[in-house]
């Protein structure tokens, strides 16, 4: 029996583990931005020794929720959210490392919002990461898809990276990394508790200007609650496109739909389930000619529930 379920698995009060973190049995619908999700038990971690502990048992990392359809009977194992300190951020630049032209901050939390972490670096003058300007994760979840715009991504202004697995820390560069399109070469459940940026030294407004610019392509998406594009584009063409030339915009299940204005975005209506979106996925799989890698992420993934 899990002890933070009560009667009927409803959810009762925080209690603190061992090492002090906050665990919360919650719905993790809270925590998507796609508005969908059942419960589990949330560990909030603050420090290193926190997150080892909840790393005792099967886990998963939750960021800003922006990339997730989570089951309606919520996932089995602890979810980790990144909190206090590892969700925080010094933008000082490291003398021993930065110049006139470059600048490689201090450590930033995998926890960070990365909307807000953008708009600061524009007001400071340091370019790099303004191509993600709209993306609405965490910087940990952003840097481990290494999400991005045709404008740039988030491996553009990485010099550090922090990842914790159970066997450990280590501290890597991208050059460690196969990384590419939407993806870090970071394995799975290897969380990314912080990063040093390294940045140009830019003009804010030449920063702004950009974001602005990068901005521009986002008009056309939907403004509804989403986790944004359901498929990566195929070998660079888009996957909206191809699902829009399916004839499949407008396309609903339930209460998910196909966006009519971006056919790669499924759309909460209000009150849709996680398997609303798996039949609308199922479907974008059947018409669609050209084979697509997901690039949403199920919890838990189809039969293995
Ligand atoms: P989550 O959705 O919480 O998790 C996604 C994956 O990252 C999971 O596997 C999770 O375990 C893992 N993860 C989370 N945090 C960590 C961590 N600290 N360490 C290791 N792994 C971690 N994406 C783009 O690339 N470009 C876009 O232009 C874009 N536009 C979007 C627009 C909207 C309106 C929305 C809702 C989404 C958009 N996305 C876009 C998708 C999404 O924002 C990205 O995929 C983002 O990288 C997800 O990050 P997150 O922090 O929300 O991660
Ligand atoms: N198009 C259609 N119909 C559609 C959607 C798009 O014809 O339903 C056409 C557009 O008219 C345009 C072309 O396809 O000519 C490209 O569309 P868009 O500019 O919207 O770019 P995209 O390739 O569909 C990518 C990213 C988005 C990112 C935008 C803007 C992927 C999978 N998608 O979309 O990222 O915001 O560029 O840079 O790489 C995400 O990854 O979640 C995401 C939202």
């Given at each position: 029996?899990?002890?933070?379920?009560?009667?009927?698995?409803?959810?009762?009060?925080?209690?603190?583990?061992?090492?002090g973190?906050?665990?919360?049995?919650?719905?993790?619908s809270?925590?998507?931005?796609?508005?969908?999700?059942?419960?589990?038990?949330v560990?909030?971690?603050?420090?290193?020794?926190?997150?080892?502990?909840?790393?005792?048992?099967?886990?998963?990392?939750?960021?800003?929720?922006?990339?997730?359809?989570?089951?309606?009977?919520?996932?089995?194992?602890?979810?980790?959210?990144?909190?206090?300190?590892?969700?925080?951020?010094?933008?000082?630049?490291?003398?021993?490392?930065?110049?006139?032209?470059?600048?490689?901050?201090?450590?930033v939390?995998?926890?960070?919002?990365?909307?807000?972490?953008?708009?600061?670096?524009?007001k400071?003058?340091?370019?790099?990461?303004?191509?993600?300007?709209?993306?609405?994760?965490?910087?940990?979840?952003?840097?481990?898809?290494?999400?991005?715009?045709?404008?740039?991504?988030?491996?553009?202004?990485?010099?550090?990276?922090?990842?914790?697995?159970?066997?450990?820390?280590?501290?890597?560069?991208?050059?460690?990394?196969?990384?590419?399109?939407?993806?870090?070469?970071?394995?799975?459940?290897?969380?990314?508790?912080?990063?040093?940026?390294?940045?140009?030294?830019?003009?804010?407004?030449?920063?702004?200007?950009?974001?602005?610019?990068?901005?521009?392509?986002?008009?056309?998406?939907?403004?509804?609650?989403?986790?944004?594009?359901?498929?990566?584009?195929?070998?660079?063409?888009?996957?909206?496109?191809?699902?829009?030339?399916?004839?499949?915009?407008?396309?609903?299940?339930?209460?998910?739909?196909?966006?009519?204005?971006?056919?790669?975005?499924?759309?909460?209506?209000?009150?849709?389930?996680?398997?609303?979106?798996?039949?609308?996925?199922?479907?974008?799989?059947?018409?669609?000619?050209?084979?697509?890698?997901?690039?949403y992420?199920?919890?838990?993934?189809?039969?293995?529930?």
């Amino acid at each position: 029996m899990d002890p933070l379920a009560g009667p009927g698995g409803a959810a009762v009060t925080a209690l603190l583990s061992r090492t002090g973190a906050r665990v919360e049995r919650l719905p993790l619908s809270r925590f998507t931005t796609l508005g969908v999700g059942g419960e589990a038990e949330v560990w909030f971690v603050e420090s290193h020794e926190q997150l080892a502990e909840a790393m005792e048992q099967p886990y998963r990392i939750l960021g800003g929720g922006s990339n997730l359809v989570i089951a309606d009977e919520g996932v089995p194992e602890r979810v980790i959210r990144l909190s206090g300190p590892l969700a925080e951020r010094d933008l000082t630049p490291d003398p021993a490392l930065s110049d006139d032209t470059w600048v490689v901050t201090g450590w930033v939390g995998g926890g960070v919002p990365l909307p807000g972490l953008i708009r600061q670096l524009q007001k400071l003058g340091l370019s790099g990461l303004e191509g993600t300007v709209g993306i609405p994760a965490q910087v940990g979840g952003a840097v481990w898809m290494n999400a991005g715009t045709r404008y740039g991504e988030m491996f553009d202004g990485l010099h550090t990276l922090e990842i914790v697995t159970p066997e450990g820390t280590r501290q890597v560069t991208p050059d460690d990394l196969n990384w590419g399109y939407r993806d870090s070469g970071i394995p799975r459940n290897h969380i990314v508790t912080r990063v040093r940026l390294r940045l140009r030294r830019a003009a804010p407004e030449e920063v702004l200007a950009k974001m602005d610019f990068a901005d521009q392509a986002r008009k056309g998406q939907p403004k509804m609650k989403t986790p944004g594009c359901a498929f990566k584009n195929p070998g660079g063409v888009s996957a909206g496109k191809l699902i829009d030339e399916a004839g499949l915009k407008g396309s609903r299940v339930g209460n998910a739909l196909i966006a009519p204005e971006h056919a790669n975005f499924i759309v909460n209506l209000g009150g849709a389930s996680a398997a609303d979106v798996h039949a609308l996925l199922a479907l974008i799989r059947d018409r669609v000619p050209v084979p697509m890698e997901l690039e949403y992420e199920l919890w838990p993934a189809p039969g293995n529930a």
